[in-house]
Each structure stands twice: as C-alpha cells, then as structure tokens.
C-alpha cells in the first residue's frame, strides 16, 4: 500500500502536525529515502519521536519500515500497475489492505447502540443493503432498507441522535445518495459511508468511512464494476457484529 493510500485509511487518526509531515515526504519521497530520522525531523522542525510515532499511526513498522516502502514505490511501473489494477486478485487484495479492523471494530459498536439503522443505495448497491439488513436481523437488530427515495426521506426524518443512515456507493457520488447524506447531516444522525477508495464527495459528508477497492469497469458501454470488494467488507463487518452478539461465528 503506498503512502497517500495509507494517509488516506488512518487519517481518523492524523493530527495537522502528522498532515504537514506526510505532505512534505509525498513531495520527496526519493530524498526522504536517503535521510536519517534525525535529519528528516530536523527539515521539518520536529522531533524523531514525532516521526516515529507517524510511522505506527500509518501501519509502518517504524521509520526503517517507511523508507523501504517508499523506495519500493519509486520502483514501481505505471505501465505494471494498470495492467493489474482492475484484477481479480489486485481488487481483493486492495480491499483486505484497506480494512481497518480498529475501524471495523467502531462500525459494530456504533451498530449495537443505534436504536434506528437504515441502508440506502441505488443500482447494484441495493443488494448490499437488503444482505447487511438481512444479517443485522440474524444477530436480533432491526434495521431497513427501500429502493424509494421518498421512504429513505420519510425514515431520515423520523431518526434522532445515535440512530445510524448506512449509505453505500462506490463511486461517492450518486446524486441520491448525497442527498441523503445531506438530509442526515441535518438530523445530526451518524452517518456512516463505503466507497471505493479515494477522494469522493460522500466520503466529505459521512462521519465514518469503510472503503474498498472497485475501480469503474465498463465493457461495451455497460457498468461491469467488480462486486467482490463491497461484498467482502460489509461481509466483515457482519461476522464482527454477529461474534460481538453471539461470542463466536
């Protein structure tokens, strides 16, 4: 996983000193390579320690880690990296890289204390709503779901703090979708996205974000978009949900 995708998963954990840091080692990645912590610190103005502490926040072993990994980025192929980017091995292995488990972890607990959850998505993301409230349901949570706008804005306006709105869309930028997400944000309701994986506008909205790796596919002007990466994070989640219920899955 490179840095900015790093950045980008643990960034509920980055602070604005964390933020100035990572820009700066984006901006030269191949001189960072080449420094010691003591040097890196001192360009910066910082301490090593602060360094350091970045490094595990980012999933790093520590600075050592870092440098490594970054000298492994510098070496990678553009031409390589999009001939396997829309793979079937690349997309799930992406997608288990992006999964935060602390997070997951979170999402359950916010889920057993909603009082109201409701799902919304449009298009193939239906059947992601209507399986994560099938699987709620299994574990005694009540949850719902509905294809039609103006049900999902009825529902929105019937939640209050600590009720849940689930919006799921790959591309963070279904126009229904963010109108949702506006219409909770106004509720003060928590608002939880799963997007694929980069900067999008429900992603802006949401209060947590789960992402996956779903790069658009078109084939003969048809949406062929891979499927496989929501399905296994919201698979996830549910056996998280079902072993905080049960004790085991």
Known sequence: M???????????????????IIEYIVSNKRLVTTLSIQSL????YTVPNTITRLCKKLGYDGYSHLKNS????????LKEQDIIE????T?????????????????TKILREAK???FFGVGDSVLFCEMMVKNLKVAGKQAEFSIHPHEIRHGIN????????????????????????????????????LTHFYRNSLQKLADTNLYCHAPKKFLNGHNVTDQTSPFIVLRTLSEYFWKDTFGCV
């Open 2 to 20: 490179f840095l900015e995708e790093r950045a980008q998963k643990y960034e509920y954990k980055l602070n604005d000193t964390d933020d100035q």
């Open 41 to 44: 610190a001192a360009s910066l």
């Open 70 to 77: 970054l000298k492994e980025e510098l070496h990678t192929e």
């Open 86 to 89: 829309n793979s079937l091995y």
């Open 91 to 107: 997309i799930v292995q992406k997608t288990f890289d992006l999964m935060d488990m602390d997070k997951i972890q979170f999402v």
């Open 116 to 118: 109201k959850i409701l």
């Open 158 to 193: 019937q939640l209050k703090k600590g009720d849940v709105l689930f919006l799921i869309s790959l591309s963070g930028e279904t126009p229904q979708v963010l109108e949702m997400a506006e219409l909770g944000k106004r509720k003060s309701v928590h608002i939880i996205s």
